[in-house]
């Protein structure tokens, strides 16, 4: 079985995490997997809407950690980076069903879809900092904008869980739901978008991101460039090494 699921029905394409015994979290290979499917999407005119969903007790723990320090994203055509961009410009509407613990990237891809339907056991987080990194998928953007400053520094800066009432409440999923029901609902909002008229959809999604789009694509490369220098840099060879370690990093000489 592959860690990603593929799945087309009713014009629907619906993208699983499929790695449960790793919580979820992506490689490489996954990444390539997920941005082929997205390039698939966007052209097949069967495909009117994509729904990304995980289990309903994990979204995702986000990087696989040791994949990530063995297969370190080196250019801007690596998977991570193909799949964010496939993400940011995908021209079609995208839904996402959330449950469980949303880590790093499980949540900053939030920011590019459309509608997010998040259990009531959602946790999400965006730790960079203490892995001794920048955010990434232009969310040192997208955060302030949605959050407002102070609530996207507590975010960013601190990189502790907020739970789904409060990711209600700021903007980044339109509904809270029990954990059991929130795959089929995902799924029902996104039938809905694909019997509507695919031309209407996507001139609306182009409009609506017509403003941010140029500045959303700057920032995702200029993230990609310090994220690159600083995965190499003693910070986060500490950040790293310690959870492989499985113990508490210590950044007070780096």
């Not at 929130?182 to 008229?197: D, E, F, G, S, Y």
């Amino acid at each position: 079985m592959s860690d990603i699921l593929v799945h087309t029905e009713a014009g629907v394409m619906t993208l699983t995490f499929n790695r449960l015994d790793k919580k979820n979290s992506i490689t490489s290979a996954m990444y390539g997997e997920l941005a082929d499917a997205l390039a698939r999407a966007e052209q097949d005119g069967a495909v009117r809407a994509v729904l990304i969903q995980g289990d309903a007790t994990i979204f995702s723990a986000g990087n696989d950690i040791g994949d990530f320090l063995n297969q370190p994203p080196s250019t801007q055509e690596s998977p991570v980076f193909r799949f964010l961009r496939g993400i940011a410009t995908f021209p079609k509407p995208i839904v996402a069903a959330v449950c469980g613990p949303a880590v790093g990237i499980g949540t900053t891809m939030l920011f590019h879809c459309d509608l997010v339907y998040a259990g009531d056991n959602a946790a999400f987080s965006m730790p960079f900092v203490n892995l001794g990194l920048c955010p990434e998928a232009a969310s040192s953007l997208l955060v302030p904008q949605m959050f407002g400053y102070h609530r996207a520094a507590e975010a960013l800066l601190l990189g502790e869980p907020f739970m789904a009432e409060a990711a209600l409440e700021v903007g980044l999923v339109n509904r809270v739901v029990p954990p059991t029901e929130a795959n089929a609902i995902a799924q029902a909002q996104a039938r809905k978008l694909a019997a509507k008229p695919l031309t209407a959809l996507i001139e609306t999604k182009r409009l609506m991101k017509k403003s941010q789009q140029p500045a959303l694509l700057e920032r995702m490369g200029e993230e990609g460039q310090s994220f690159g220098r600083m995965l190499r840099e003693p910070a986060a060879r500490e950040a790293f090494t310690a959870f492989m370690e499985k113990r508490k990093p210590d950044f007070s000489k780096v």
